[in-house]
Nanobody, 120 residues
Framework: QVQLVESGGGLVEPGGSLRLSCAAS????????MRWYRQAPGKQRELVAG????????NYADSMKGRFTISRDNAKSTVYLQMNSLKPEDTAVYYC?????????????WGQGTQVTVSS
């Protein structure tokens, strides 16, 4: 079955950096785009960044542009999110996401999330 397992979250001071990882299994990773989302307390889940299947194209939410970088290693079936210049408002649970074709339908998959807390 499809599994997405995030890691790398934690507590970091403002201005610091973290790198999140999402290890995927149960599907042909190199065929599918991947995304990172986040959800802060009391707020809706929002898109952070996305990357195409081969990694040739990326997109970011405006507030993350220039600070966050999404990348992937298809040989390791892993997608990454490098986060620099972190701000307290980046505090959230970060989720890995993909949509995988299953016959005529598409199934949506989320990881369990990893907590990122930016605080002094």
């Amino acid at each position: 079955q499809v599994q997405l397992v995030e890691s790398g979250g934690g507590l970091v001071e403002p201005g610091g950096s973290l790198r999140l990882s999402c290890a995927a299994s149960g599907f042909t990773f190199s065929r599918y785009a991947m995304r990172w989302y986040r959800q802060a307390p009391g707020k809706q889940r929002e898109l952070v960044a996305g990357i195409t299947s081969a990694g040739g194209s990326t997109n970011y939410a405006d507030s993350m542009k220039g600070r966050f970088t999404i990348s992937r290693d298809n040989a390791k079936s892993t997608v990454y999110l490098q986060m620099n210049s972190l701000k307290p408002e980046d505090t959230a649970v970060y989720y890995c996401f993909t949509a995988v074709r299953d016959g005529a339908s598409v199934r949506l998959y989320w990881g369990q999330g990893t907590q990122v807390t930016v605080s002094s």
